[in-house]
């Protein structure tokens, strides 16, 4: 095997790992849009505040990202 083939990810990793980071981002978000929603009993307050986390996690995504998808 070579020093080229070693350092790539396969397919399966790729999927996995992109599947963790769709949850790390997604599942916040409409966790606080079905709490604020539910508790508050506000949907439109509930939408501003999970889109509000959902770029939040979407930032931290990014460096997230950076550290899983790096095959050593």
């Known amino acids: 095997m070579t020093d080229k083939e070693s350092t790539k990810l396969s397919i399966r990793d790729i999927a996995l790992k992109g599947t ?4 790390i981002v997604t599942v ?12 508050i009993d ?12 959902h770029f939040i996690a979407m930032g931290f995504s990014l460096k997230i990202s950076k550290k899983i998808l790096v095959k050593k």
Request: aromatic share 14%.
């Open 20 to 23: 963790i980071i769709a949850l």
């Open 28 to 39: 916040p978000s409409l966790l606080t849009f079905v709490l604020v929603w539910i508790i």
């Open 42 to 53: 506000d949907l439109f307050l509930g939408v501003i505040l999970g889109a509000f986390v």
